[in-house]
């Protein structure tokens, strides 16, 4: 069964350093996103991703934040200058297109475990 | 108020026993409702998706109250393996948003 893939599974950095995490959505997958868990909280959403642009963004996703698909497999997404509180889980996850519920569903990567110190 | 509103538990149950979580959401444009499950440190995987008339899978039944604006996931015969937190988790259409809003999760405990 295909699968969302991330790597790295976990990431230690120095605050201020620029993390790239990246993620392969599943082949026939249209919509992309990123989420991120800080430890003992919710899964929050940060962006969305359709068409080679960003379709939706929180309030999360700040200048610090950008996302780049740069070849046919492979969705990035970047922190320029990590602060402390970006300590996080982020996961990636995709869906297809299309209205239906089944359609809906979104499938996630095991995640990328970043600490920043 | 929350957008999506869980129990937190734990709910702590023996082997075999039914157990219910509610949630409930504060938009009622949303279209689309699942049910997620979360093992420690792990992703989010798709339990199942909520429809209007109710569906079941297996041990597993959902329910969606649209006037309530509540969904219900029930769990039968529980088994040591259903321990995880279950997460509740709806789309909101009304910006075209197609992103999920996420509860907090209702963390279950099965005990031999």
């Known amino acids: 069964e295909p699968e969302v893939t991330q790597t790295p599974s976990h990431q230690v950095t120095q605050m201020g350093q620029e993390v790239i995490l990246r993620c392969v959505p599943i082949?026939?997958?249209?919509?992309f996103y990123w989420y991120r868990q800080i430890l003992g909280q919710k899964v929050e959403f940060l962006v969305s991703?359709?068409?080679?642009?960003?379709?939706?963004k929180s309030e999360i996703f700040d200048d610090q934040f950008s996302v780049e698909r740069p070849d046919g497999s492979n969705f990035t997404l970047k922190i320029r200058s990590t602060k402390l509180e970006d300590s996080a889980m982020y996961f990636c996850?995709?869906?297809?297109?299309?209205?239906?519920?089944?359609?809906?569903?979104?499938?996630f990567g095991p995640g990328t475990r970043l600490l920043v110190l | 108020r929350k957008e999506v509103e869980q129990d937190p538990g734990p709910f702590n149950v023996p082997e075999g026993a039914t157990v219910a979580f509610n949630c409930t959401y504060s938009?009622?444009?949303?279209?689309?409702f699942f049910w997620y499950r979360q093992d420690c440190r792990k992703e989010p995987k798709l339990l199942m998706s909520v429809y209007s008339s109710g569906n079941e899978d297996g041990r597993f039944t959902a329910q969606l109250n649209r006037a309530s604006q509540y969904i219900s996931l029930l769990i039968r015969d529980s088994k040591l393996s259903d321990s995880a937190t279950y997460l509740c988790v709806v789309n909101f259409r009304y910006t075209g948003r197609r992103a999920l809003t996420f509860g907090s999760g209702t963390r279950l405990q099965v005990q031999p």
């Open positions: 938009n009622s444009a949303s279209q689309s």
């Open positions: 996850a995709s869906r297809k297109e299309g209205g239906l519920a089944r359609q809906e569903t979104q499938y």
């Open positions: 991703f359709y068409n080679n642009e960003i379709s939706e």
């Open positions: 082949s026939n997958h249209l919509y």
